[in-house]
């Protein structure tokens, strides 16, 4: 059953992001368009023959606790080696670290493949990379030597131990010891939970990234380090011995099954060894590499799923035939799709799949120009950019994600609800993402008090300008002149809004100033999609003035299903951003009984 | 752990909607409000004591078939006949039919405390009360002698059996045959899926109310008959012989586990005899009875499992220490409740639960006063508000239910994902209800296309009015005042894109009509909610008149958060319909590839 639409993959990265362009900078010059779609092609089939097919089992026969340890789904260990062999987990490294020296665009492409086909299973070597590569930025050369083969190869595992028992969102509360020892070496007490892919048997070790106080460190945020802290460590002679990080228990989760998410104890025995990553104290900004690659991976985990139910409702709605058409009684059943409502619950799907992919490629493109461009200015503009839109990726297809897999149940009706079809499925894995790596207030309070207010919006203008040139040029077409105008209305909208809000932190109301940043990172992030579809409908239209093409078409209903029906959304969030209320600042404890 | 709050549901039967005057009516001229509440008190024990201890063995311990009969929760049998003793599946009915003469309002209100504690056996008695009424209104006295003792007491359960593979939400489409024969009765041939209760071992037998076409019967809706299948049936001499219905299997589902929902086959062996209820081809008329009323039901679960998810993430979030208010580092954590956005997010199921359950009352209320009123032109006022409120009181607590326990699960963050806290639970149960009792979408179809189109907006000009009573009323309120003036410009709105839409439908674009109905619904949902808050705002504003106190000062906050972050959708939504696009229905299968 197709999982994710490859047409529309290669319209984006070739068609509205041009990767082909990369190849005119030397890292990329080896590559072209051919190249990065036999990537593709590769990808599909790995994920089509063997991580498909294990979807259902690994939602079905979840991770369970044996003598200690965590035992998965026994094909991981083979698709563990297939990601190291492949080179699925370390690709866009140079050819000196052992990559391939693909951009990023392509990477990120990969991983929404791997996430439409099966996320569970897809998380395990995205975990590994981002553990490696965050020892590959900060680590020493013998930790890098220790470790960074291993894991790139998937023999290892990756982890990022974060969250603990009374640290999740204020992850500055956590309290897991590090001690300096003699020995240069420092000592972990304390214990970490949710760690995904934090213990299981498909790997020979498991190397967790993990965050810790060291004595006398300074309260909060500013007194962590970031550690590596193997699960078994490696000896001067090569051998292995546990590091006394203890497997206290596996989460049982709503969705997302197949992966292990563990609950570990460290140093119980005393005897848990941790090596500094990077300089003390400075653990949260080294950390924040792989967070930041996490919050786009999360985004473009959230579209793999959605695009996935999306291609399961579209299935069922094109075979399955119930009721008739206005006017026609009496006449045959008709398929499901021909009925206006379930169009529209396949568009809202569609909308926010591609819409989703579309700036989840825009930000991939960001880091391969960010890697790649010689010119300061540039790198500076891209980094604004990538850094701004990072919380919109992140939760953007995390909340519509939720919203799209219930319209794909909406589609199959009561089977929908039963597990002999797979939106279900879906349904319970979306669920996931609007709370890791940062639930969506998090993500709100990011956009409005840390990336917009930071510079006293200069980096909302540079958006700003983005999206304007964007709607300067469709103004030119006439197929996309009202939505241009839409746009425009909305964004200037957006900045009103934004510094009605900003009088309020002037004024030093903060509370009130970022109350509703959940919302106005709603709202925000309606107007960064209509942008990606403007820019989609830019080419379509272009294509569709040589010659009619159903996919052109179908984009530019698309496009004006998502002006008509989401982006009139802002209407609502805006009203609420500007009314005069405060009520969830000022209820209490005492009136919630 | 609290599922609903009692004194919540004594504000909207005493305060709001005045159950004590029911007692003027000679039907309940014994009751007083001291009897409801001994009822409530009753119901809440039972709920407390027997039906929330197994609400999660029920979900992790589904329904299984055993040699071809469907298994339940051992402690079914025992809760079954306790809701017969008690008077739980007849209480309405009149003294002479065994019944206690109890309000709707009141029944309903204890529907509403057992799906709070236990949604899945909530559901048993409930299907047993709708389908025995079916026969004491359209049946013989032969069937109500042989059927309703039993079913009334639980030792038979009821179900309402429509649903066929090929015929969902296009109930016209049912193929399943009954053939006349001469001893009277009918032999029905045919197949039955997601037939809630369909088959279980908790009852001694299972009696189904089943559509079924008599061969020769017109085609399409006016061609289906009612009967009664019993499972097995009883012979002259009291002994039951199995009815050859046979129970194929049994549905797995994402949530609302605890209840059966069989797959049957009738008549393999041609002996399954079934027996008519009310005029032949006159099945749907007499089904609508159950529909209507299984409509509120839904309606009120959805409610109540809303609200046991509120209760979980209220109780979570008043505990759980995490992060800092802003400006306060370095100061102690504070509980979750403290942030701006978890009182968000708090608000928004509280503004649904209670809003919810006082339509829901409202329309209870009506169904009261049709039975009781003498007035004629009163009864056939509150016929056509029950009629046009009712997809309203089924859809908008199931969609909101989503959203609603959605917004519970964010308020644990990862330990709302997790099967440790109750509230995963509720959101895969919630999924079930736009679903079942109709779809959404056809219940947008019935507000527009039926309930306003047939007397060309005559019964929404009624309630039109009551609402513009309550806000003629409530702007004489100073605190009342703006929540007035923004529901009258809604509501001006409202009827505005009626017309509208009307034009439409008169100019023959029947599909461009309806095409958006399910977006009209909800718009017009928002507008009810609004009414029925503002109502409620009325009576806490007299109360704090009077005196300060902390319920009806939690009510206004409630109806604030209402108006600024609820009812502005429909801003969103009146865009939309009032958009100028026709792409949900100009867009063709071509264009989903």
Known sequence: MQYYDRRNLDFLLEEVFK???LSKYDFHKEHNLEAYKMVLDACTDLSTKYMRPILKEMDVNQPIMENGRIIVHPKMKELMNMFGEGGWINAPLSYEEGGQQMPYSVFNATMFIMGAANYSASVFPFLSAGAA??????????????YLDKMYAGIWQGTMALTEPEAGSSLGDLVTSAQRTEEGYYKIKGQKIFISCGDHDACENIIHLMLARIEGAPKGTKGISLFVVPRLRPEANGELVFNDVETAGVFHKMGYKGAPIAHLIMGEKDDCRAYLVGEEHKGLNCMFQMMNEARIAVGMNASSIASAAYYAALEYAKERKQGRKLGQRGKEQVTLIEHADVKRLL????AMVEGSLSLLLECSNYADLIRLSEDEAAREKYEALLGLLTPVAKSYPAEMGCIS????????GGYGFTNEYLPELFYREARIHPIHEGATAIHGMD???RKIAKDQGATLRILVAEIQRVTEEASKHPQLATAAVSLGKSLDK???????LSMKAMQGQMEAFLSNATLYLDAFSHIVLAWQWL???LVACTALAEKEDVFYRAKLYTLEYFFNYELPKTRALFASLQANTNVTVEMDESHFF
């Open 405 to 412: 897999t219930s319209a794909a149940i909406q589609c199959l």
């Open 447 to 449: 956009l409005l008090g």
């Open 19 to 21: 990767i082909q362009e």
């Open 535 to 537: 820019k989609q409908g």
């Open 347 to 350: 568009l809202l799907q569609r």
């Open 133 to 146: 590569n965050l020892i590959r930025s900060f680590g020493t050369d013998e930790q890098k030597a220790t």
């Open 494 to 500: 957006l900045v009103e809004v934004t510094m009605n």
